[in-house]
Structure formats: structure tokens, C-alpha cells
């Protein structure tokens, strides 16, 4: 390889086949929308917002969402589209304020809600791999995500994680930059991600530890990051009371009995193939025998000392944003009950590792990352052929190796970097971090 195991020169190939792939993509999608079909997770959200809009609950009962993992379960093991009879309606499983603002748009029967919610994943993986290929060795990284097949799913599923994702590290590299300025603004983006899926919150909890232990100025660093929690958690408790009084009390219900909406509270015979999917350490607990409350806390307690070993072993200067970014993802992913995407996880890491190894272990580097793409394409096309249901990769639960393998490597491997970038930067041999 030239340059030391550096990838391939011509970054506008590069960036030219991100653009064309991201665009085919978002041409079918729209083509699909326009016959008037929904994608599969956006029907979920349209459906809430058809019913808040009609003051009706969005929420399913915990027994018919379970009736309709059962009969999804079905057809993906038959693919007999006949177990459908009509009745079923998706599950929605967020606060209120997705379906919300979606019904709020006065859209929702002009097919332009889903059309611009479409627009919006393609923006968003375009605001994930900028700034991440920002300084990096190539463009030829791009094609990672361009790539992925964890993305492919959740853009064609209409899935609002790359929204989720792209607004947390937009309130990531706000905290980063200095002043009390942008970490007010960086208020605006947390709280949405909140909003419309909880489960970021540790991501961005996990960053923001990142940054005041390795903060020079420690008080400036915690006083910026008050700022952006306190502005964010305002913004939260505001959107709550938006909510009308019959609206909250819905939402506390689904919130009071969140496991009952999962697939998790099923007999564990019925729980394939959604256990496959999951790359959850909960999961792994669950099909141990342990109720799913249960195993989240137990999760979590693990994952918890994990993350305070990772903290207190890290390098007490600035290694970067991406590293931050990506140890908080990384961990913040084992704390989730159900982690059905590692979408940016790969990029991130690999983006983090890169500059601090030798060129065998780049060449290494670049042969993981092409075998874990490839597995999980292959995983893809043998499911859509009907030959398993493993859609999401080659992960089984007889073998959950992404879960015990992949999200506490990916961790690790990150932290080592942040310490060998430490280590380079004492020694002269690497330029400060700027954000």
C-alpha cells in the first residue's frame, strides 16, 4: 500500500460513490413513496401520529404488540404474507413528541412527511461521515457507511436511529468547541435525540465524562457542560407539558411497562428470530432464564464498572473528538436492552484506530473491517432469499459473538487509542487536538 498503509489517493472517487450510492437509495425510496406504500418502521410513526392526531392513544397494548412480533415471527420463518389478516398495527415504541411533531405538520395524508423524513436519513448519514472523515487519512472511509449494511437496513426501513445518531454527535462537537455559547446550542440537538429515542441519552452522558476527565481547564470544561444539561433537560421537561394531560398519561403507561412492549417478555422458544438480531448483553441474560428488568439491571451494574475502569484508566488530556465519540458509543451501546444497529460504530472506531498503528495492522485493520461487512451481507442476502432469517448478520444466540466480541472489543480498541494517542502527543510525535 502506498504511504505506509495509507488507503488509495482520489477522494472525489471517493466521495463521488458515496454520493451516487446514498442518492440511488434515496431515489427508490422516494419512488416507493410516491406509489404509496410506507417504509416499514416510519409506518410506525405514521400510524402515532394519525392517532394523536385523532386524540387517540399511539401506543398498542402490550398483548397485541406481542401478538404482532408473533405473526411478523411467522412470515419471516414461513414467508407466507397470508398470516397477515389486516388487523395488525405497528408497534410505537418512543415518547410521544416523533409522532407528535409529525402529526403537528397538518402533512400527514400527502405522503410528504415520509418523503422529507427520507431526506432527513439521507442528511443525517452525510452529517455522521463528514466530520468523522474529518482529518482522516482518505476519503476512501466514506465508502464504509456508504457501504454498510446496518445502514442500508435502517435507511430502508425508514428507522429513526441515523436521525438519533447524527443529532447526538451534532451536541457532541457543540460541547467540544469552547465557549458557554455553543454549549447552549448544543442544548437544542440533545434534547431532541431524547425526545425521540431515550436510549441516547447514555451516549451523550458517556461523552461528556469523556471530556471533563480529560479537560486542561476542568471547571470551564463541567461549567459548559452544565450549561448544555441543564438547557437540555429544560427542553425536555418543556416538550412534556406540551403534551396534553391524556397524551403524558399514555406515555407513563408505556413508560411503567416498557418491557412488556418487547419481544423479550415472550416464551423464549417464541423469541427467535428478534434474539439473533439483538446484540444486547441484556439479551444474552435473558436467554440464560433471567426476566428481562432483571437482566437490563444486571447489564447495566456490568457495564457500569466496565465504563469506570475505561475512565479510570484514560489518558488525562485530549485525544480528540472521534475517540470520545466512539468509546461513548461503544459503551453506551451495551447499555441498551435491544441494540438491533451498530450503524457508525465500525467507522468510528476504525477512524480512531488508523493513525496510531503500523501498517501490518492497518492491512489487519482493513481485512476485519471488509470480513465483518461481507458477513453481514452475506447474513442479508441468504435471508432475503428466503434460506434463514438472520437479517441482520451472522449472529445467532447459540454464538452471540458481536455482543461478547465486537461492542467490548470495539471499546477497548478505542481506549487503547486514546492512550497511545496520549502517549504520541507527550512525546511530540502527534499534533494537539483541535476541535
Known amino acids: 500500500m502506498p504511504d505506509e498503509g495509507a488507503l488509495p489517493g482520489r477522494p472525489w472517487l471517493a466521495w463521488a460513490i458515496f454520493a451516487g450510492v446514498i442518492l440511488l437509495i434515496t431515489a427508490a ?13 416510519y409506518d410506525a410513526y405514521h400510524t402515532a401520529a394519525e392517532r394523536i392526531g385523532a386524540g387517540l392513544d399511539p401506543y398498542t397494548t402490550p398483548a397485541e404488540v406481542q401478538q404482532t412480533f408473533l405473526i411478523f415471527r411467522e412470515f419471516l420463518i414461513t414467508r407466507d404474507d397470508t398470516v397477515f389478516d389486516g388487523s395488525e398495527r405497528p408497534a410505537y415504541i418512543y415518547p410521544p413528541s416523533l409522532a407528535s411533531w409529525m402529526a403537528g405538520s397538518g402533512l400527514l395524508g400527502t405522503g410528504l412527511v415520509q418523503s422529507a423524513f427520507i431526506l432527513g436519513i439521507a442528511g443525517a448519514i452525510t452529517v455522521m461521515t463528514c466530520p468523522m472523515l474529518r482529518g482522516a487519512a482518505s476519503a476512501w472511509w466514506a465508502l464504509v457507511p456508504a457501504l454498510s449494511q446496518d ?43 431524547v425526545l425521540i429515542k431515550p436510549v441516547i441519552g447514555p451516549l451523550i452522558a458517556v461523552f461528556a465524562l469523556i471530556r471533563l476527565i480529560q479537560a486542561p481547564d476542568r471547571p470551564a470544561e463541567a461549567a459548559r457542560i452544565a450549561i448544555a444539561a441543564a438547557l437540555s433537560l429544560t427542553l425536555v421537561a418543556l416538550e412534556i407539558l406540551r403534551w396534553p394531560g391524556w397524551l403524558r398519561a399514555d406515555a407513563w403507561q408505556w413508560i411503567a411497562n416498557a418491557f412488556d412492549y418487547t419481544f423479550m417478555t415472550l416464551p423464549l422458544a417464541q423469541q427467535e428470530p428478534y434474539a439473533s438480531w439483538n446484540r444486547a448483553p441484556t439479551q444474552i441474560l435473558v436467554t440464560l432464564g433471567m426476566a428481562a428488568p432483571d437482566a437490563q439491571h444486571a447489564a447495566a451494574v456490568v457495564v457500569a464498572g ?10 488525562r488530556r485530549p485525544t480528540g473528538l472521534l475517540p470520545a465519540f466512539a468509546l ?42 471488509i470480513a465483518l461487512a461481507v458477513a453481514r451481507w452475506i447474513g442479508f442476502a441468504v435471508a432475503v432469499a428466503g434460506g434463514s432469517t438472520l437479517f441482520m448478520g451472522l449472529q445467532t444466540t447459540a454464538l452471540p459473538w458481536e455482543t461478547l466480541v465486537l461492542l467490548p472489543g470495539a471499546a477497548m480498541a478505542t481506549l487503547w487509542a486514546m492512550k497511545a494517542r496520549a502517549r504520541a502527543l507527550d512525546e511530540g510525535r502527534a499534533a494537539p487536538y483541535q476541535p
Request: proline fraction near 4%; glycine fraction near 6%.
Open 328 to 369: 461513548a458509543l461503544a459503551i453506551s451501546l451495551m447499555l441498551r436492552p435491544t441494540v438491533w444497529s451498530v450503524a457508525f460504530l465500525d467507522l468510528a472506531v476504525a477512524l480512531t484506530l488508523w493513525p496510531v498503528l503500523g501498517v501490518r495492522a492497518r492491512r489487519l485493520l482493513l481485512a476485519g473491517l
Open 151 to 193: 445502514v442500508f437496513v435502517q435507511f430502508t426501513n425508514g428507522n429513526a436511529e441515523l436521525h438519533v445518531l447524527a443529532l447526538a454527535l451534532t451536541g457532541c462537537w457543540l460541547i467540544a468547541r469552547a465557549g458557554s455559547a455553543m454549549a447552549a446550542l448544543a442544548a437544542l440537538p440533545i434534547a431532541a435525540a
Open 29 to 41: 425510496l422516494l419512488a416507493i413513496v410516491a406509489s404509496g406504500a410506507r417504509l416499514l418502521d
Open 306 to 315: 466496565l465504563l469506570g475502569a475505561a475512565l479510570a484508566v484514560m489518558p
